[in-house]
């Protein structure tokens, strides 16, 4: 675990990262598809009447799903993880290609001087919702990206707890301390 900036080189070569990517991107996707943007997809009947539910829906799952990847409980003790790469496979697929490329792309290039993976959020965060918001508009599905972006930022706060960097051998329950 790693409590400072995070490392492109390193980062970058973690294949586990591109698996992260790709399942947000994917998972993401399929909710469109099975919602559809204005409940015409084969659950939007689920979701409600009003153009806006499948929409509210698909945040509410997606929500849990950034809850899931940011929190977990190695050795009985609360960790905070930051989702960097599955944070941005699904605000990419979630309506804001350009915005969700842009956003991290900046954040990846003020990570040396970024002290931290809170801060890596908060810059791809602003980035976001600056970009969500020239090019889509503040429109539901900007703000929702921007929220999903904040949420383990949000998290690190209440918790009073740093958002963390895990390594692979974190993951497997192993000693994987980054320095």
């Not at 400072?4 to 970058?12: N, P, W």
């Not at 009947?45 to 849990?64: C, F, K, N, S, Y």
């Not at 496979?89 to 931290?116: D, Y």
């Amino acid at each position: 675990m790693n409590e400072s900036g995070l490392d492109a080189r390193r980062e970058f070569a973690r294949a586990h990262n591109y698996y992260d990517f790709a399942r947000a991107a994917l998972g993401t996707l399929a909710l469109l598809v099975a919602f559809g943007g204005g409940g015409e997809g084969p659950l939007g009947h689920l979701a409600g009447t009003q153009a806006r539910d499948p929409l509210l829906v698909q945040a509410a799952i997606l929500g849990v799903a950034v809850l899931v990847q940011t929190i977990s409980w190695p050795r009985g003790r609360m960790t905070l993880a930051a989702p960097v790469f599955f944070l941005a496979g699904a605000t990419i697929a979630f309506h804001l290609p350009v915005a969700g490329v842009c956003a991290f792309a900046m954040a990846w290039i003020m990570s040396p001087v970024v002290p931290n993976a809170q801060g890596f959020l908060v810059v791809q965060t602003v980035v976001l919702c600056v970009l969500g918001a020239v090019l889509h508009g503040l429109n539901l599905a900007t703000m929702i990206s921007v929220g999903l972006c904040f949420l383990p930022v949000f998290l690190s706060l209440l918790a009073r707890r740093p958002l963390l960097v895990l390594s692979r051998h974190a993951l497997n329950g192993r000693s994987g301390v980054q320095a």
